[in-house]
């Protein structure tokens, strides 16, 4: 009898059944994925004059998408503030796209000015976290206030209160430039030839840096280098 006790329980153990009530038994971890980071969105805090965005009206509290295409007219210009305590101003008759879809947020701007002052940009080792890449040059920043103008000729660069990296659109002729009240180069082309030399003070003024600073609650600081 007990032999035939046993090779029940051992049917019964070795059955599908047994096997799939066992294994639904024990617990199975769910796969950890870690959180994937909100994308970077800018918004718009100013507007002056004729401004359009990705081919519309451009309005007060508009979101920018990821990459946003953002065309000036005369006497116009339009101010985005992104992260908070990052703010861009595009000033009239430009023409410049915003890409907010990478860690390093990067402008290209076709022609007009972009001026920037930047106090919370994502930190990337060992490169810029912010670029305006021009026809003729390209300026990087890790966070600093600085102007960009660019037309078919030339393109204007100025740290304004900080350090800007620049180099020419072939990667040749850089430069760090390190100032606590503006310092600027000048990159013209001349055929297949790029030119540099310095430059004073052109585009902006202090009070337009100030104005800028302001839509993040920031103040300008002459006196060091941000």
Known sequence: MSNIIFFVIFLAMTSP???GAQKDASPVAAPITAPVAAPMRGSVVYLEGDVEIDGKEAEIGMVLGEKTLV???P???CEIVFAGKNAVRVSQ????TLDFSKAIVA???EKGGVTGVL???ATVAGD???RVRTEGAVAGVRGT???VWADSTSTYICACNGSVHTEDSKGNQEFTLEASHHLAKLYAKNGDSISVEAAGMLHHTDESVESLASRIGENIDWSVPD
């Open 107 to 109: 402008i290209d701007l």
């Open 75 to 77: 006497a116009s210009s």
């Open 119 to 121: 106090r919370k940009l």
């Open 71 to 73: 065309r000036t007219g």
């Open 93 to 96: 008759n430009a023409v410049a």
């Open 17 to 19: 059944l047994f096997a």
């Open 145 to 147: 206030s600085l102007c």
């Open 128 to 130: 810029d976290s912010f």
